[in-house]
């Protein structure tokens, strides 16, 4: 069994950025697949970026490229998301997710994926 904890979210004016890290424990996740979901009010949850288990192929939503980068570092166990440029309508909860990749090594739909953090919300004020 994986937990992953999200964290680095909280209140940002337009333009400005945030940091979000998501920590597994439980077990290594060195063999998943990670990305990245947010779910603004109101909405469904949204793919967002990304990246594969060795950090050396990473993809993202049209929306956010140039702006939000993701990365890992396998050895603390730890996928993090640069947010910069952020624009009121990020506002969402942010959420981690991790998969064994099977056909794929990402989904832009959230059901495949084997395990999911509690999210961590960001607000962007204009």
């Known amino acids: 069994q994986v937990q992953l904890i999200e964290s680095g979210g909280g209140l940002v004016q337009a333009g400005g950025s945030l940091r979000l890290s998501c920590a597994a424990s439980?077990?290594?996740?060195?063999?998943?697949?990670m990305c990245w979901f947010h779910q603004p009010p109101g909405k469904e949850r949204e793919f967002v970026a990304a990246i594969s288990w060795s950090g050396g192929i990473t993809y993202y939503a049209d929306s956010v490229k140039g702006r939000f980068t993701i990365s890992r570092d396998n050895a603390k166990n730890t996928a993090y998301l640069q947010l910069n440029s952020l624009k009121p309508e990020n506002t969402a909860v942010y959420y981690c997710g991790a998969v064994i990749p099977r056909g794929s090594w990402y989904y832009t739909e959230s059901r495949p994926y084997d395990y999911w953090g509690q999210g961590t919300q960001v607000t962007v004020s204009s």
């Open positions: 439980g077990r290594t996740l060195s063999t998943y697949s």
